[in-house]
């Protein structure tokens, strides 16, 4: 079912579910999952600390800045250890929103489906590379034009391992980057455009094993989406279209 009830605990941080050993949040864009040493600038983990002082706050897994959505935070150690065991086990689902500007002659529809690549992080890009780097997967479940935008589109992508800017580069190699981009889009077309949302999110819950879906039916950030993705949204998400 879609997450309800949220809380806004922190101007920067929506809370859509919390216990004593784990919560989720959800993340806006241009604000760093995790604290790297020596930065002072706010990230997902520091304002968690801060607002739970005497919490651990880990994470199994993470967002790239410019990327928002769905992010799960260990608050102890017992259920730092059962979130990585079961992101290593596979019982994470997460669907991402990607808006894209399809290269010419490429038609994204023609996309929908698994892709496989190896990718490679160097200097703080990924590559895609024929050997030495980690095996990667996704799947486009669906394409459609954003409502509005011709020459935008939509990629609903499910994804299959964890890679760093895996979507990114990936959607890159395929001729579908992602609209302003700062790393990946080679038209270097306005970073405004920059749209990736971890949308739909669902994992098992520590001690019952029941599992717990999360998504936002509506977000003005989303911008208007067209009807058949909202459908496919709204399916994956538990939610009414």
């Not at 983990?45 to 935070?73: E, M, W």
Request: proline fraction near 9%; include cysteine; aromatic fraction near 6%.
């Amino acid at each position: 079912m879609a997450g309800g009830g949220c809380a806004n605990r922190d101007a920067r941080l929506v809370v859509m579910h919390e216990s004593p050993h784990d919560l989720v949040v959800w993340k806006p864009a241009g604000l760093a999952t995790e604290t790297r040493p020596g930065s002072a600038l706010p990230s997902v983990q520091s304002l968690i600390a801060a607002r739970l002082p005497n919490a651990y706050p880990k994470l199994p897994h993470r967002l790239d800045r410019v990327t928002c959505g769905f992010v799960l935070v260990a608050l102890t150690p017992t259920a730092i250890t059962f979130h990585n065991a079961e992101v290593q086990a596979g019982t994470w689902t997460k669907y991402y929103l990607a808006r894209i500007a399809a290269e010419p002659g490429v038609d994204p529809t023609a996309q929908v489906g698994e892709h496989r690549a190896f990718v490679a992080e160097s200097n703080g890009r990924a590559r895609l590379v024929r050997a030495g780097g980690k095996p990667a997967r996704l799947a486009i479940l669906g394409a459609a034009r954003v409502p509005g935008r011709p020459d935008r589109w939509h990629l609903l992508i499910k994804l299959g391992t964890g890679r760093f800017h895996q979507i990114r580069v990936m959607c890159e190699a395929l001729g579908l980057p992602l609209a302003g981009d700062p790393l990946y889009d080679p038209q270097q077309r306005d970073p405004a455009e920059f749209y990736l949302e971890h949308v739909v999110f669902s994992h098992p819950r520590l001690g019952s094993r029941t599992v717990a879906t999360y998504f936002v039916p509506e977000l003005v950030q989303r911008g208007p989406v067209a009807p058949s993705l909202v459908a496919q949204l709204a399916a994956l998400g538990g939610a009414t279209p």
